[in-house]
């Protein structure tokens, strides 16, 4: 059994939308970022590696790729899990935490987090997502940008 912790932040910038956890989000802004900027996948992927001793997503995925520009950040998660095959490893369950003024995860909670469940091959009940905001202090607090931390249990794959 092995525990592991990611954190990913992104500045808002120009756009109309935001990828939250591989769900398209209606937004005022976009995000700045190599890949699709997100958040909560970023912070997955560093909590898959971290907890297999692998690193992090910058070793294996550099934001100067050109293969990665503008990538679909599911790639990162499920490269990851390939190297946590590789080592027997599985994911035993995640929570996720956005932080975030804007956008309200309240209406897209369910989709992200069975979206979750899909693509890190788990059973219904094995990924929780929560949101909260910095009561407006700091940079999150001022909607510069949007936060999110991961933190996964692996387990030994039979
Ligand atoms: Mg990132």
């Not at 910058?58 to 790729?65: E, I, N, P, S």
């Not at 390939?82 to 490893?89: D, G, I, Q, W």
């Not at 369950?93 to 469940?117: F, H, S």
């Not at 788990?122 to 909260?132: F, I, L, M, Q």
Request: hydrophobic letters at 45%; glycine letters at 12%.
């Amino acid at each position: 059994m092995r525990i592991g912790s990611g954190i990913d932040v992104h500045a808002f910038g120009p756009g109309d939308h935001i990828m939250l956890g591989g769900v398209r989000v209606p937004h005022s802004r976009g995000v700045v970022a190599h890949s699709d900027g997100d958040v909560v996948l970023h912070a997955l992927t560093d909590a898959l590696l971290g907890a297999a001793g692998l690193g992090d997503i910058g070793q294996h995925f550099q934001d100067t790729d050109p293969r990665w520009k503008g990538a679909d950040s599911k790639r990162f998660v499920r490269g990851a899990l390939e190297m946590l095959r590789a080592r027997k490893l599985r994911v035993g369950n995640a929570d996720v935490t956005v932080l975030a003024e804007a956008p309200k995860l309240a209406p897209i909670r369910e989709q992200i987090r069975q979206g979750l469940e899909q693509l890190l091959e788990v059973p219904p009940g094995a990924v929780n997502v929560k949101a909260t905001t910095t009561e407006k202090l700091g940079f999150l607090g001022r909607a510069e940008g949007i936060a999110a931390q991961a933190v996964v249990l692996l387990l030994d794959a039979p």
